[in-house]
């Protein structure tokens, strides 16, 4: 999977390729589909919701240059991979989901495999976590129309994020706080579930 989906795509952050390589996914995917786990595909994990494929997750992480130590905001916990993805190189995650079913499940799976480093909320993300912001980076895995304005705010200086936006066609925007204000960059077109 590093190798030929991910690797052979351009993702190079070797911290990344490490613990792609490392994370057990098919703990994250219902029994049913454990064979598929590994494969270059977005999975069902139930509630009309899906595992994103394991490229993007890796994409995505690389594009937030995690270096270790960061407090990170995840929304959509879901199957709680991209949650382990993320505990595995920076400081504390934070992460939302609105459908509490999945979010005990990833819980529980989270806390089998010893992540001390995640804190969990089930509720509306698209107002982030205000009492915990600023954030290093910002990690959204459902795709909204719009940026919520929320979590551009609590975003710290130097920050970034990483979000799926658009109705139709979505495109992964990256957003960074600089000292100048907010930059926006499109990076790359994907198909993500709604944000609710
Ligand atoms: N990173 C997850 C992706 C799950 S799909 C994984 O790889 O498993 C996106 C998730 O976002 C779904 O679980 C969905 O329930 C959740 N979601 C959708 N709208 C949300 C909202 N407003 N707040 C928090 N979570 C939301």
Redesign the pocket.
């Known amino acids: 999977m590093v190798e030929t989906q991910i690797r052979a795509r351009g993702v190079r952050d070797e911290r990344v390729l490490g613990v792609m390589g490392k994370v057990p996914r098919h703990l ?1 995917v219902p029994e049913s589909l454990r064979r598929s786990a590994y494969a270059d595909e977005p999975l069902p ?1 139930g ?1 009309g ?4 494929q394991p490229y993007i ?1 890796a994409y995505m992480t690389e594009s937030l240059a995690l270096e270790g130590g960061e407090k990170v905001l ?10 382990a993805v993320l505990a595995e190189i920076a400081g504390t995650v934070f992460t ?4 509490e079913t ?1 979010a005990r499940r ?1 819980r529980t799976v989270l806390d089998g495999l010893g992540y001390a480093n995640i804190h969990y909320r089930v ?4 107002a982030g976590w205000p009492e915990e912001a600023p954030f290093d980076a910002v990690i959204v ?2 795709a909204a129309a719009t940026l919520p304005k929320a979590l551009e705010d609590q975003l710290a200086l130097g920050g970034r994020m990483i979000a799926p936006v658009g109705a139709g066609a979505q495109e992964l925007v990256l957003v960074r706080r600089e000292r100048t204000g907010i930059r926006r960059e499109s990076l790359l077109s994907v198909r ?5």
Do not use: C, N, R
Request: hydrophobic share 45%.
């Open positions: 994250f994990i509630e919701q899906t595992i994103s997750v995840e929304i959509g916990t879901g199957s709680g991979y991209q949650t939302v989901e609105i459908v999945l990833a509720g509306d993300g698209t895995t459902a993500f579930v709604p944000l609710v």
